[in-house]
């Protein structure tokens, strides 16, 4: 079973940039395609970026476009979020795991929010 944990999220003024961090334990992660999602309050987790095994191929909502960028590092185990010039409409609970089902439990997520 992995375990997951993210960090790095804050309060960060519109047009400001954080840098968020996954760290995976337990099993290997590797061989997965990984993702990062978000849950604004009162709505549903959704897909934010996601990245193949191998780190060479990455996808990003339309929302997040020219402005978020998703990479990983094998040796340290860990899947990390760029997050620049952000929104106040990026304010989101931030949580990384599979991309797709079935997804390992989820993490606690790390908190973003932007002010305007």
């Known amino acids: 079973q992995v375990q997951l944990v993210e960090s790095g999220g804050g309060l960060v003024q519109a047009g400001g940039s954080l840098r968020l961090s996954c760290a995976a334990s337990?099993?290997?992660?590797?061989?997965?395609?990984m993702a990062w999602f978000r849950q604004a309050p009162g709505k549903e987790r959704e897909f934010v970026a996601g990245?193949?095994?191998?780190?060479?191929?990455?996808s990003l909502a339309d929302s997040v476009k020219g402005r978020f960028t998703i990479s990983r590092d094998y040796a340290k185990r860990m899947v990390y979020l760029q997050m620049n010039s952000l929104k106040p409409e990026d304010t989101a609970v931030y949580y990384c795991?599979?991309?797709?089902?079935?997804?390992?439990?989820w993490g606690q997520g790390t908190q973003v929010t932007v002010s305007s």
């Open positions: 990245i193949s095994w191998s780190g060479g191929s990455t």
């Open positions: 795991n599979r991309r797709t089902e079935p997804q390992w439990p």
């Open positions: 337990g099993r290997t992660f590797s061989s997965y395609v």
